[in-house]
């Protein structure tokens, strides 16, 4: 989809331009600007005004090292001077509902009294999806950039005894922020598809061969070709996910966590 001209409104220019910032300034941002962005999170649409999320705030050295790894290896995180974790927290509603004795009014009331389940997690998950992108383009309109970290999902175990997070609270996303270095130029933003791929009108239109091959043909392959694709779709599974360690652990961590949920 080709950027349109939006530099009449500030808003729509910051999300046209915002890209990924994985190499940060070892200026630490101030206290005004972390407060700025944490408002700009906690000011997010939410699910019944609930708030089912929590946003865990990483300073500690030692813990963004070992996220460092724990994350895919991706040692930049490690240099992030503002690092947020937002979790689904469904565990704060459930500890109310107990002190409120909820459970044991439904039985008073002949109701029965249902856990949390995997439709919660998934409505916790977005209110907590919909806060970090809202802290994202605050922290773009200060000029202050960002790089979503999806990899917290894996090795749920650990990140659990790190983080002592309880059974209804799952990190769905991290979020690191900083100022970009001197001189340095972050890239311009990546394509994305065209419109018609993506937005769909009363039914969902589901694409044929030829329209397939169009939408997909903007992100091609490469010369790192390892494992002698033929084609985008065999180069993207391949080099992405089926060969892919951290892939497998993604799945399996995710299945791990949703015991709490079932």
Same mark, same amino acid.
């Given at each position: 989809m080709n950027d349109m001209n939006y530099n009449g409104n500030p808003v729509l220019q910051i999300i046209t331009q915002r890209s990924s910032l994985r190499k940060f300034s070892s200026v630490p941002l101030t206290k005004a600007e972390e407060e700025a962005i944490l408002y700009a999170a906690m000011r997010a649409p939410t699910a019944a005004n609930l708030m089912l999320y929590s946003i865990l %705030?990483?300073?500690d050295k030692e813990v963004k090292k070992k996220l460092s790894v724990s994350c895919n290896q991706q040692a930049w995180i490690e240099t992030a001077p503002f690092l947020l974790i937002f979790l689904a927290d469904m565990q704060r509603l459930e500890d109310f509902y107990a002190y409120c004795k909820v459970a044991e009014k439904c039985e008073e009331l002949?109701?029965?009294?249902?856990a949390p389940g995997e439709q919660n997690l998934l409505l916790a998950s977005c209110d907590a999806l919909l806060a970090a992108q809202n802290a994202v383009l605050a922290a773009e309109s200060m000029d202050i950039g960002s790089c979503?970290?999806?990899? %917290?999902?894996d090795h749920y175990e650990f990140h659990r005894e790190l983080?002592?997070?309880?059974?209804?609270?799952?990190?769905?996303?991290?979020l690191a922020f900083g100022k970009a270095p001197k001189e340095f130029h972050r890239k311009p933003s990546k394509r994305r598809f065209n419109k018609k791929t993506i937005v769909h009108e009363n039914s969902y239109h589901r694409m044929n061969e030829e329209e397939l091959e169009q939408a997909f043909q903007s992100f091609p392959y490469t010369s790192r070709n390892t494992f002698h694709a033929e084609n985008n779709g065999q180069f993207h599974y391949l080099s992405r996910h089926s060969c892919s360690d951290c892939y497998e652990e993604g799945i399996r961590s995710v299945r791990v966590a949703l015991k709490?949920?079932?």
């Open positions: %705030i990483v300073r002949g109701l029965s009294y249902t979503y970290i999806g990899h %917290i999902m983080f002592k997070l309880p059974p209804y609270v799952f990190p769905i996303t991290m709490n949920w079932q």
